[in-house]
């Protein structure tokens, strides 16, 4: 944190994922090492679905439900349970709140698209066929659809959050930087107070064809991300993960208490030649190290599985013995854009309560360790391109 800048806190934690809703649940799925993966949405494919919600609790009507489609609903829970959990459902502050947002595209209508396709080698004139059903069948909303404001939009109208809008996309890079410039917002004294976060739906089938012909898809034994051997792989994962961040002074103001605080958010964009990613997690640990207290920091990694990347963030690890690593991939699948802020969120967990969750898996990157966690540096790897890291400390 630069000199002169406010100390930003954490302030509101709201994470849905397989593991269930919000940091408690997140947390003793994370202690007792739980890992439920499903083989059966799309064969042979594996990914992690979301748990069972009542979106009633957060989305009222119905109506707002039924138009959104499954990575906004997921994701405006989630800002719900951030509000609530920051206790910032007021509707003065959420007048001025700002909403910083990291998503990707839209869904498509998968019965629309076989239908066409179905019908496209038939059709006497395949043109005309082409642009009937198109102009026909298409809903009015599915271009907005592509847009990750559409998110932000629900946010707004369902929760009332109306202050600034900025929105990302970019794969795991987008999240880095909506966190990033949500933090470097509130440093600047430009916000006093922000919603930021992201969702993803893994139950698209669309998307796992896409990711299995580029082949990072698993298909067989689901296996901690540090053991998914040189063609590595990740099972992606329905993710909604939204944090509530202020300075030090507003939220001691309104009375609410810190869950963490975030001290550090760096990006990287390296071109991915061999080494390049080592070399940048590296730069970003320098300038996180002078603030490290030895023996009281560890590493929530956000590895993908995939490769070389994968393989370059575990040399960077190798250059850092005596640090505890873990890997939250395989508790709660990859979630591409959410992904990084969820392991703010789970990092921000760990280091309130003061300890790391057990070690997963036979690698020997993660060891066990039995010390007092106070602080958590975040790595933020993109199966393809983006790099970042982020250093989450406890509030004494």
């Not at 397989?18 to 090492?33: F, R, T, V």
């Not at 009015?140 to 939009?153: I, R």
């Not at 921000?348 to 003061?354: I, M, Q, S, T």
């Not at 540096?377 to 391109?385: A, K, L, M, P």
Request: aromatic letters at 6%; hydrophobic letters at 40%; glycine letters at 12%.
């Amino acid at each position: 944190m630069s000199e002169g800048a406010r100390e930003t806190w954490i302030t509101g934690i709201g994470i849905v994922s397989a593991l269930g809703e919000g940091a408690d649940a997140h947390w003793q799925g994370l202690l007792e090492g739980r890992i439920a993966p499903d083989r059966t949405y799309c064969p042979p494919y594996v990914i992690h679905r979301i748990a069972a919600l009542d979106y009633d609790k957060q989305i009222p009507k119905k109506g707002d439900q039924r138009q959104m489609e499954g990575w906004q609903r997921i994701g405006t829970y989630a800002a719900g349970l951030a509000l609530d959990d920051a206790g910032a459902k007021d509707p003065e502050l959420l007048s001025r709140m700002d909403l910083i947002v990291a998503a990707g595209g839209g869904e498509r209508d998968a019965a629309v698209d076989s239908a066409i396709l179905s019908g496209l080698p038939k059709a006497a004139a395949p043109d005309i066929f082409l642009n009937e059903r198109l102009m026909g069948d298409l809903r009015p909303t599915l271009f907005l659809a592509q847009l990750s404001n559409l998110l932000a939009g629900n946010i707004s109208i369902v929760h009332g959050v109306t202050g600034s809008s900025r929105t990302f996309m970019g794969e795991e890079s987008s999240g880095v930087d909506a966190a990033r410039i949500a933090m470097a917002r509130i440093n600047a004294g430009q916000s006093n107070i922000s919603l930021v976060g992201g969702s993803y739906n893994a139950e698209r089938k669309e998307q796992l064809f896409f990711l299995g012909f580029a082949r990072f898809n698993i298909e067989g034994e689901l296996r901690p991300v540090w053991e998914r051997g040189p063609h590595g792989g990740f099972a992606i994962g329905s993710i909604g993960a939204f944090l509530v961040l202020e300075p030090r002074e507003h939220a001691e103001k309104r009375g609410a208490k810190a869950l963490a605080r975030v001290t550090r958010i760096e990006s990287d964009h390296t071109r991915r030649k061999p080494g390049m990613i080592t070399s940048a997690l590296e730069r970003m640990w320098a300038l996180c190290a002078p603030d490290l207290r030895p023996g009281e920091h560890g590493i929530i990694s956000g590895a993908t599985g995939a490769e070389p990347a994968t393989s370059e963030e575990r040399a960077f690890l190798e250059r850092h013995p005596d640090v505890p690593v873990r890997a939250t991939g395989a508790h709660i699948g990859h979630g591409v854009e959410a992904q990084f802020v969820m392991n703010v969120a789970l990092a921000a967990c760990a280091v309130h309560r003061g300890r790391l969750f057990p070690p997963l898996g036979q690698s020997g990157v993660e060891r066990p360790f039995e010390g007092t966690l106070r602080q958590a540096v975040v790595t933020s790897v993109g199966h393809w391109r983006g790099e970042g890291l982020a250093l989450v400390e406890a509030v004494d």
